[in-house]
Nanobody, 113 residues
Framework: QVQLVESGGGLVQPGGSLRLSCAAS????????MGWYRQAPGKQRDLVAHITVGGVTNYADFVKGRFTISRDNAKNTVYLQMNSLKPEDTAIYYC???????WGQGTQVTVSS
């Protein structure tokens, strides 16, 4: 069974950048689509970005042009590069391996001055 561990979250000022990582163990991510989601307090969990096995990406409108999802199959890791961060990006960010239907534990991102 695959296990996912997110890292890279933290406190950043508006306009700053962070790179989140989602590292897998127990199985390869090479053959599964992956997604990044986020959940703010009191709100539902929303899809942020998605990447297919072939590397095709899709983004939620609220992050287009600011966030980039990528994958490194050799490192069994998926990334989310977040630029031009806004206070409304504050949330817990989760990665998901679709074929395994497995979530990571989440990493907190706080955007505040």
């Amino acid at each position: 069974q695959v296990q996912l561990v997110e890292s890279g979250g933290g406190l950043v000022q508006p306009g700053g950048s962070l790179r989140l990582s989602c590292a897998a163990s127990g199985s390869t991510l090479r053959f599964t689509a992956m997604g990044w989601y986020r959940q703010a307090p009191g709100k539902q969990r929303d899809l942020v970005a998605h990447i297919t096995v072939g590397g095709v990406t899709n983004y939620a409108d609220f992050v287009k042009g600011r966030f980039t999802i990528s994958r490194d199959n050799a490192k069994n890791t998926v990334y989310l590069q977040m630029n031009s961060l806004k206070p409304e990006d504050t949330a817990i960010y989760y990665c998901k391996a679709y074929d395994f239907n497995v979530w990571g534990q989440g990493t907190q991102v706080t955007v505040s001055s």
